[in-house]
C-alpha cells in the first residue's frame, strides 16, 4: 500500500528521531522527543532529549505539536461507484494532511454498498494502492441481509468492523431502511 509521503526526508532512514516542544504523550504535554526505528516509534525522551539523541538524523518542530494520530470512524469514501464525490486517494491524503492516522469507511455512497462479503471485496479491491492513511469498513445491516444469519456472519468474517443500519430512510436506493424486526 502506498504510503505517500513526497518530499519526507526522513522516509529513506531507518531511524530518526522527531523533537519538539510540545509532545502529547505519556499523559502530558511538553519537550520530548520520539525515537522512529524502522517505522515504529521505538522510545520516547520526555524533557531534555538531547542527550538520548545520538548520531541519528533529528528533526526538531520547534513549538508545533506531535501527537497520536486521530481516529475517524464515520468516513465516506465513495469507491467504488461514486469517486466523484470522495476517493480513497484524495479522502485518505486530506485525513492525512489533517492528522488523522486511521478512518473507518461507512456502508453506503459507494455503488454497491457494502452490504456482503462481495461487496466487501469490491471496496477492498477499489481501496488497493489508493491509501495515505490506516483504513477499516463498516458493514451495512439492510433488509435484504438482515434475518439472513449466515450472510451477516460472512460479511463479519470478512473484515468489517461492525454493522450500520437506518430506521428511516437513507436517501440510497441500494441501502434501504430497516425496522425493529430486522435488528433483534
Not at 21 to 36: D, I, K, N, S, Y
Not at 68 to 87: F, Y
Request: charged content about 20%; glycine content about 12%; aromatic content about 8%.
Amino acid at each position: 500500500q502506498s504510503l505517500g509521503g513526497e518530499g519526507c526526508s526522513l522516509l529513506p532512514h531507518g531511524h530518526f528521531w522527531i523533537a519538539s516542544q510540545r509532545v502529547v504523550a505519556l499523559g502530558r504535554v511538553g519537550p520530548a522527543a520520539v525515537e522512529v526505528k524502522e517505522g515504529l516509534i521505538n522510545a520516547i525522551a520526555v524533557g531534555d532529549y538531547r542527550s538520548f539523541v545520538l548520531r541519528r538524523p533529528l528533526v526538531d518542530y520547534g513549538d508545533a505539536v506531535i501527537m497520536p494520530g486521530l481516529i475517524d470512524v464515520h468516513a465516506h469514501l465513495d469507491e467504488p461507484g461514486r469517486a466523484e464525490w470522495e476517493g480513497f486517494s484524495t479522502g485518505t491524503r486530506a485525513a492525512a494532511a489533517g492528522g488523522i492516522t486511521t478512518l473507518v469507511d461507512m456502508p453506503l455512497n459507494s455503488f454497491p454498498s457494502t452490504v456482503s462479503e462481495e461487496t466487501l471485496k469490491l471496496k477492498v479491491d477499489a481501496a488497493r494502492d489508493k491509501l495515505y492513511v490506516d483504513v477499516g469498513f463498516w458493514g451495512g445491516l439492510v433488509p435484504e441481509n438482515a434475518l439472513n444469519p449466515s450472510k451477516l456472519e460472512s460479511l463479519l468474517n470478512a473484515g468489517v468492523l461492525g454493522l450500520k443500519s437506518f430506521m428511516c430512510p437513507s436517501g440510497i436506493n441500494d441501502f434501504p431502511m430497516t425496522n425493529s424486526s430486522h435488528i433483534e
